[in-house]
Nanobody, 123 residues
Framework: QVQLVESGGGLVQAGGSLRLSCAASGGTFSTYTMGWFRQAPGKEREFVGYISWVGRSTFYVDSVKGRFTISRDNAKNTVYLQMNSLEREDTAVYYC????????????????WGQGTQVTVSS
């Protein structure tokens, strides 16, 4: 039903910035909570943050709070993850996901997933 396509990953030096984009199609975008997750090599997928149906609420894991910002443009069916002050520990494959639950950090409650985009932070 819903397809998610991510872009914007790449290689960046510590302290730098990247903006990830996730374009959605095949569903009513504004009815989904949009989450970002990441998975580092040898690690389980972890929650990064989410944005509510129309973007009025956001929530972030403590490790990225104050550095990452999630936004969404429902007219463009796109969600963004602005990543500032990147650290080596942020290196991971980043995934966007869509959930029919309004507020959730639980990956099991996200119904649709993007293919992932690699973010590598060097120092």
């Amino acid at each position: 039903q819903v397809q998610l396509v991510e872009s914007g990953g790449g290689l960046v030096q510590a302290g730098g910035s990247l903006r990830l984009s996730c374009a959605a199609s095949g569903g009513t975008f504004s009815t989904y909570t949009m989450g970002w997750f990441r998975q580092a090599p040898g690690k389980e997928r972890e929650f990064v943050g989410y944005i509510s149906w129309v973007g009025r609420s956001t929530f972030y894991v403590d490790s990225v709070k104050g550095r990452f910002t999630i936004s969404r443009d429902n007219a463009k069916n796109t969600v963004y993850l602005q990543m500032n002050s990147l650290e080596r520990e942020d290196t991971a494959v980043y995934y966007c996901a869509a959930s029919r639950v309004r507020f959730t950090t639980d990956s099991d409650k996200y119904d649709y997933w993007g293919q992932g985009t690699q973010v590598t932070v060097s120092s």
